[in-house]
């Protein structure tokens, strides 16, 4: 979603700004920082250190009529010849994300392991000189916030977004002159490289850091080096967008945003000087290209991510000024959100690995914002299916969005967003029912269906597609990094309420003990049975909420 000072627009591949007004979004909450730390190690016990007064919601399971059981498809057994493939890509605890902002309860935002973390650009040098990092008036202090997700086991990565009013009029793309020579953002790569030199790992000289003298209206401030805090961070937000300017240019074209990577990078490979770009204050951190609006249009970003290899191979020799390729994608139907199946996911996402693959060899890729509405009227919206209240469907068609990058080879997901904030008569509104948490504060289902994923498999990477034998069952493995362990996830593909009744599935001769995990509302680490292993498989019952089957041997 595209933020552009205290204007939001709401961001799709297909469909441009939206009309409706918009809460707030600017560093006006209070509560930031830590209410309880987290250690996200994804045994079967942990409950990802939340509050348990806060683990109530309205709006569970059983709403709507009864659902309608597939009775007919047939149990036909798995095979598991393909289980067995080399786990790869991102622990499980890594890889799932979520967006949200520094006032969020640390307690809260362990439900992801990563967190992409919206933090305008002028709300730490804008009217004040960098480093503001604290605030009084809006009770937020990112030195204390960082250090409290560290102490968490959350990995996070600052958004630097939004423009400053003393560059470019404050406006987009920000650049100082001619928006297609690296030279012109001198103050954002000189922003990027305090940043980096305060939070990241390398400790960088005093004498090239900055320091808040001049500003009145700050507490005092250390200057602090090699934090060890942020291994990530991301310059900018959807400056892709072909909604805002007359005749559909982008914000920033391709060519400028290749010039306001490299400077950003490394000071344009050191030629601006010593104290631009996030290489330069730590080379053992990592850029993440602004994410792209138009993750859902593989065509139009593709030409985007050409346009900056392009440049990049005639103005610094091939070395492509950023490390993670940066995608958001909606399900967006007619007129409502639509399952991650209903759109082929899957072979969207592979059109980037894939290009990925033939271009950037190395580059991670990403897609740090998906989700959909609870609010059934939006855009965005999720219906209820059957049993499955709009609650639950949002938990299972982020799940079943996470598995489908995950088969794609996407790096890291990152849900949109922890909280919904008020929004009055907006609420129909596309992304302002998104939160895994409602404006009462109440966790809704895919917070706890989310978290009770992360934490079982967390120190699991994907590992295969296993054929099901079955039209209406999906099966993919996983693979333990701490053992021979791993597990298998079950579900059905569909949204007409489809159960598949005693489906037979295959385990490994080695497999002496299986564990259903059932991914329910109200449970932050699902609800946990025993199955037995008869004639090398188990038994189990598959619906449209992914299921995981645990093994000591996979």
């Known amino acids: 979603m595209l933020r552009l000072g205290s204007v939001t627009c709401v961001v799709l591949a297909t469909a441009g700004c939206g009309g409706g007004s918009r809460s707030g979004e600017g560093p006006g909450h209070d509560g930031g920082g830590s209410d309880g730390t987290v250690g996200p190690d994804g045994s079967t016990s942990h409950d990802a250190g939340h509050d348990a007064t806060r683990d109530s919601k309205g709006g569970g399971p059983g709403e709507g009529g009864g659902g309608s059981h597939d009775s007919g498809a047939s149990a036909d057994a798995a095979t598991n010849s393909d289980a067995g493939s080399a786990a790869k890509g991102t622990l499980i605890n890594t890889f799932v994300g979520v967006n949200g902002f520094n006032w969020n309860a640390v307690s809260d935002l362990a439900v992801a392991g990563s967190l992409r973390e919206y933090t305008d650009w002028s709300w730490t040098e804008g009217t004040f000189p960098y480093p503001h990092n604290e605030d009084d008036w809006y009770d937020w202090n990112h030195d204390a916030f960082y250090a409290s997700l560290t102490d968490a086991g959350i990995d996070p990565m600052p958004c630097i977004e939004g423009p400053v009013p003393f560059v470019n009029d404050g406006g987009i793309p920000p650049a100082s002159g001619d928006p297609t020579q690296p030279a012109s953002y001198a103050a954002h790569a000189d922003h990027l490289f305090q940043y980096a030199a305060r939070y990241g790992g390398t400790v960088v000289g005093k004498s090239l850091l900055k320091d808040d003298a001049g500003n009145p209206w700050a507490f005092p401030e250390p200057t602090l080096t090699g934090q060890k805090e942020i291994r990530y961070f991301e310059n900018g937000n959807e400056v892709d967008a072909t909604w805002i300017l007359p005749g559909g240019a982008p914000l920033e074209s391709a060519t400028a945003m290749a010039a306001n990577c490299s400077a950003d990078y490394d000071g344009d490979q050191g030629r601006m000087g010593p104290t631009f770009g996030i290489k330069q204050a ?10 792209m609006s138009q993750g859902g249009n593989p065509t139009a970003a593709l030409a985007y991510l050409q346009g900056i290899l392009d440049w990049s191979n005639t103005h610094r020799g091939g070395s492509v000024p950023f490390d993670v390729i940066n995608l958001h994608n909606y399900n967006v139907g007619t007129t409502s959100g639509v399952s991650p199946e ?17 271009n950037m060899a190395g580059k991670e890729v990403w897609v740090t914002e998906f989700g959909f509405d609870t609010n059934s009227a939006s855009p965005l919206g999720v219906p ?3 049993p499955n209240s709009n609650f639950i469907v949002q938990g299972q068609w982020i799940l079943r969005s996470m598995l489908a990058m995950l088969e794609a080879g996407i790096d890291r997901a990152y849900i949109y967003w922890l909280a919904d ?4 008569a907006y609420c129909a509104d596309m992304f302002n029912t998104c939160g895994l948490i409602d404006v009462n504060n109440q966790r809704k289902a895919a917070y706890y269906m989310v978290n009770a994923f992360r934490s079982r498999l967390a120190t699991m990477r ?12 999906d099966i993919v493995s996983f ?27 295959p385990v490994p001769a080695a497999a002496t003990t299986a564990t259903q995990v059932l991914l329910v509302d109200q449970q932050l680490t699902g609800t946990a049975s025993p199955l037995t292993i008869m004639g090398g498989a188990v038994t189990v019952d598959v619906s449209e909420t992914p299921t995981l089957v645990i093994l000591d041997h996979l």
Request: net charge neutral; aromatic share 8%; charged share 10%.
């Open 421 to 424: 904030q008020a929004c009055g």
């Open 384 to 386: 209820t299916i059957g």
């Open 479 to 505: 693979a333990d990094t701490h053992g021979p362990g791993g597990a298998y996830v079950l579900w059905a593909p569909t949204s007409n309420a489809t159960v598949v009744n005693g489906y037979s599935l």
């Open 282 to 291: 730590d080379p053992t951190a990592k850029m993440v290209l602004a994410g």
């Open 342 to 358: 209903s759109t082929n996911l899957v072979a969207t996402m592979k059109k980037f690995t894939a290009w990925r693959d033939a």
């Open 462 to 473: 994907y590992a295969a597609e296993v054929t099901s034998g079955n039209a209406n069952v």
